[in-house]
């Protein structure tokens, strides 16, 4: 049984592979831009999420609520710290 679960799933992968193939050729014969295995590189998510929580951060601040302003401040230094091991 797992013999033939193996081939199943062999097959499927082999055959996704013959789609992706095509479906990058389609896209450079249509001169679209291929990014899709394009991979960011952490310290760059980590800036991102570092920006987005400072926006909830301010957010947070203005409506009051201190609690929550006070995780996602220690959320930001904590990304902020794992950046500069980054660098």
């Known amino acids: 049984m797992n013999r033939l679960s193996d ?12 789609y992706d193939k095509e479906f990058i050729k389609e896209l450079k014969e249509n001169s679209l831009p291929i990014d899709v ?10 800036e991102i999420e570092v920006r987005a929580l400072t ?11 201190y609690i929550e302003a006070k995780e996602c401040l220690e959320k930001i230094e ?3 710290s794992e950046i500069k091991k980054l660098e």
């Open 7 to 18: 081939i199943i799933v062999d097959k499927l992968i082999e055959k996704q592979r013959e």
């Open 37 to 46: 295995h394009e991979k960011i590189p952490k310290k760059e998510l980590l």
């Open 55 to 65: 926006s909830l951060l301010v957010k947070l601040e203005q409506s009051e609520q």
């Open 78 to 80: 904590f990304l902020k």
